[in-house]
């Protein structure tokens, strides 16, 4: 149950953070930090319910955004990095970067709570 939570907290903070505060693009990393450290679990289990969160938020975001513009930017920086202009691979690659980010913020909190 605390795994559960942890994952949509983490969401759902993160993306209050995001839409709402006026803070940098690494602010999801605080909120995963802050989950991490309220909400006691292992630190794998940390890790995985925030990149899981992330991920699964960043990659939905990407996803209705690049749809929204047709796919027409993320086809041309796909070209631009070795990406083979798959916009797909794109959206995945940011949502990963996103999720590990987060994964290792929460992983952080988690050892800090465990001394």
């Not at 209050?16 to 989950?35: E, K």
């Not at 990659?59 to 796909?78: E, G, M, R, Y």
């Amino acid at each position: 149950m605390k795994f559960i939570t942890a994952i949509i907290l983490t969401a759902l903070l993160s993306f209050a953070f995001g839409l709402f505060a006026a803070l940098p693009w690494w602010s999801f990393a605080i909120t995963s930090f802050v989950i991490a450290t309220a909400i006691h679990q292992k630190p794998g289990k940390a890790f995985l319910a925030a990149f899981i969160a992330v991920f699964l938020l960043w990659a939905i975001l990407t996803f209705i955004i690049d749809n929204a513009n047709q796919h027409l930017l993320s086809v041309k920086v796909a070209t631009i990095l070795p990406l083979g202009g798959s916009s797909f691979t794109l959206i995945f690659l940011t949502a990963f970067i996103g999720g590990l980010v987060a994964g290792l913020a929460a992983l952080t909190g988690s050892y800090l709570r465990k001394h």
